[in-house]
């Protein structure tokens, strides 16, 4: 858009833009500029400082507030000298004085151009939802179909014969992935989630894994896998100060992964609990140590990277959420050594309270 009251300047220029593939609009005067801004949303203003009825110095403010993203080229044939710095800061992208060559119109137009996209790419950034944010919203979306899917089969499920096997097997399929699907939302959801840390409180740690061993050999049993659990926990040991449900889902994965990489030759998986009088205040640990079959050295450092993982139906958020409790949230250690073929054992520390220690007490 060009902004000038001088036809001859303006008839020039739109013949010369026109010339190089470029839409031009021309306004005689500040009013028309602004009601014709808001109809044809141009990229770039060329402005004349000396119009009949608003100034352009007026001007440049209200177009911007219009549309931030208007690149606005001041012309001028008055000296602009300590204007400059004023427009400069209210948004102009560049200056010409009259007259005003052709070649160095075309560059100032072209150069406006990169800085209008230039301008809109950072916008784009700064407005990107963070994945953090974002995710909810996402997993809400496909969870909502995926119950209706999994509703829907049930039905499905329960009429259909099947004794007719590709059937069966389809309806097989379809459960399991549902199933995948759902887990891998509840994953992310779980790795994306902030802590909420009005639920610290004192918990047993014995008592939570008791649980977690429970909710393991149920799921064991779904698979017909045995596998062999000795526990040794401290009876002694004293409550630490943390989220119970988040304690529980770190423990869930490290007890899950180990289920999985032990085959059905009986291999077992122990858990002991222990205090440890470490400073400040005293720590517990508790050690998972499998026969299953283990990790290889060139991943032991890449275990704990969100969607790192060697299975095929993995999703590799179990280890991201661990270390995520364990180590950001509840300030503990996460450790692990392994073999390849010789086992695994995952090491975790949590510092106890103050109030909790067992060295002051
Ligand atoms: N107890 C274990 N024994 C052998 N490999 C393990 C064990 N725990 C974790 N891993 C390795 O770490 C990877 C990442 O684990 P995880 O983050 O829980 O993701 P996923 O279980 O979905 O693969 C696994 O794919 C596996 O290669
Ligand atoms: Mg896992």
């Not at 939802?129 to 329960?158: C, D, K, M, W, Y």
């Not at 949590?350 to 060295?359: A, R, T």
Request: glycine share 6%; proline share 6%.
């Amino acid at each position: 858009m060009v902004v000038d009251d001088s036809p001859e300047f303006t008839g020039t220029v739109e013949r010369f833009l026109e010339g190089k593939g470029y839409r031009v609009i021309v306004c005689r005067d500040g009013r028309s500029a602004l009601s014709r801004l808001i109809q044809e949303g141009p990229e770039i203003v060329l402005l004349d400082l000396d119009l009949p009825d608003i100034s352009g110095r007026e001007l440049l403010p209200q177009i911007k507030k219009i549309n931030p993203q208007i690149s606005v080229v001041v012309v001028t044939g008055l000296g602009t000298g300590e204007m400059t710095v004023e427009l400069m800061k209210g948004g102009a992208v560049d200056f010409l004085s009259k007259p005003v060559q052709l070649d160095s119109l075309l560059s100032a137009v072209k150069n406006a151009l990169k800085l209008r996209e230039a301008s809109i790419d950072e916008r784009r950034i700064e407005g990107l939802p963070t994945l953090e944010s974002f995710f909810p919203f996402l997993a809400h979306e496909i969870r909502n179909p995926l119950h209706a899917i999994g509703g829907a089969l049930a039905v499905i499920q329960r009429r259909s014969n099947l004794e007719d096997e590709p059937l069966a097997q389809s309806i097989r399929i379809i459960g399991e992935e549902v199933q995948h699907l759902n887990e891998f939302v509840q994953e992310c959801l779980d790795f994306v989630r902030p802590v909420d840390t009005n639920y610290f409180v004192d918990i047993n740690v014995n008592e939570v894994l008791s649980l977690v061993l429970n909710i393991t050999q149920h799921i064991n049993q779904e698979t017909t896998r045995p596998i062999l659990i000795t526990t040794d926990l401290d009876p002694q040991l004293p409550p630490v100060f943390a989220n119970y449900e988040e304690i529980k889902k770190a423990f869930l994965n490290i007890v899950k992964n180990s289920c999985e990489a032990m085959s059905d030759r009986g291999e077992k998986l122990k858990i002991c609990t222990r205090f440890l009088p470490k400073p400040p205040s005293g720590w517990i640990e508790i050690v998972f140590s499998d026969q299953g079959a283990g990790i290889k050295k060139a991943n032991l450092d890449k275990i704990f990277t969100p969607f790192f993982t060697t299975k095929v139906k993995g999703t590799g958020l179990g280890l991201a959420i661990c270390h995520r409790i364990i180590v950001e949230r509840h300030q503990g250690i996460i450790l692990v050594e392994s073999a390849e073929g010789q086992g695994t054992r995952f090491i975790v520390q949590l510092p106890l309270k103050e109030e909790n220690s067992v060295i002051s007490s």
